[in-house]
């Protein structure tokens, strides 16, 4: 019974036992504005799986890294990265300003990268057979201001999608020989941050601006003739711009939404308008009745779904907030 009694207390400690946080860091010569990973799977010809990211930095550099052993090294303390392995295995110098919007695409498994800069420009990056990187010096041209953020379509090859501080979003074909978007839509008075589209429904788009306003938009209503559609969905809750939206990975109901006024939000888009008994907040006034949830973190920049551990997220801001609500 002693014996019992102790391993229980035990137990507890180590529950109440501060968690410890291990990192391995790469040096890079300049600010970082937006890092993205992306894992190349093992093959038939036993190539292990391999793990990049794609850092876009202030010098306009974009550096690709293989980030493989640093993952590795957490499985077997003591290993030693070398300055070699610390190295970007490619580097993009397409730009000629400084940028914030990259995406790998989930449907080529090999790599391919696309970037954009503060100049407008939109360049793509490919893994060549031989492992190599090689970028199209073809740019894709039409905003008139800044790229903000970049999708790929997460079920055809060949399109994704562009945000802009020029208040649209177009929707390209990279098999397009003039390099011109297929489809522009203006979107917003305002600039366009961030952008998510969805892997559960993919005519479903969302997008966020500077004015705090996020909306969804049915790309089944976009026409090549740019007369702006209405949205599927429109919320003006947040007070500043917004920073972050991203899809629930399962449910494409839900959303989380972040913003420069120190919140993040989760939504649930499935809750009716004209639901009389979701319209009763119980008092508070101006929250929309498809608002689940408000976590606060000051700064806030970035939140994203833990793709394996349902309803968990991480935000990054003046700090690194995990947290896991019981709504979703």
């Known amino acids: 019974m002693d014996r ?5 207390s035990e137990g507890d400690d180590d529950e109440d036992s501060d968690p410890i946080l291990e990192s391995k860091s790469i040096p890079i010569s300049s600010t970082t504005n937006r890092i993205r990973s992306h894992q190349i799977p093992s093959n038939e010809l036993g190539r292990p799986a391999t793990t990049l990211t794609a850092t876009m930095t202030e010098s306009s550099n974009v550096f690709i890294h293989d980030i493989t052993p640093h993952l590795n090294s957490f499985d077997y303390p003591g290993t030693t990265i070398s300055a070699q392995q610390n190295k970007p295995i490619s580097t993009i110098r397409a730009h000629k300003s400084e940028g914030y919007a990259l995406d790998w695409s989930p ?3 090999g790599g391919k990268l696309l970037t954009g800069d503060n100049d407008g420009l939109i360049y793509m990056t490919s ?3 031989g492992g190599g990187w090689v970028t199209d010096n ?9 790229v903000e953020e970049l999708q790929w379509s997460p079920s055809e090859q060949s399109v994704f999608a562009s945000a802009s501080s020029d208040g649209t979003i177009r929707i390209w074909d990279v098999r397009s020989k003039s390099r011109q978007a297929a489809i522009t839509v ?6 366009v941050n961030v952008m998510s589209w969805s892997h559960q429904t993919s005519h479903l788009l969302a997008s966020g601006d500077d004015n705090g306003v996020w909306a969804v938009w049915d790309l089944r209503q976009w026409k090549a003739d740019g007369q702006r559609p209405q949205p599927t969905a429109s919320f003006n809750f947040h007070k500043e711009q917004i920073t972050s939206v991203e899809w ?11 913003a420069a006024d120190n919140t993040v939000t989760l939504w649930d888009l499935a809750v009716e308008f004209d639901d009389e008994e979701s319209k ?3 008092g508070v006034k101006d929250v929309p009745p498809q608002l689940l949830f408000v976590h606060y973190l000051k700064d806030v920049k970035e939140v994203h779904w833990h793709p394996q551990i349902t309803g968990s997220l991480v935000a990054t801001g003046e700090e690194f907030s995990v947290f896991r609500t019981i709504s979703v």
């Open 280 to 282: 009763d907040t119980a």
């Open 127 to 129: 893994r060549t057979d």
């Open 4 to 8: 019992g009694d102790d391993s229980d």
């Open 248 to 258: 629930h990975p399962t449910d494409d109901s839900i959303m989380a939404v972040a």
């Open 186 to 191: 203006h979107v917003s008075e305002a600039d």
């Open 138 to 146: 073809r740019a894709f041209q039409g905003h008139t201001n800044s």
């Open 107 to 109: 449907t080529v498994p």
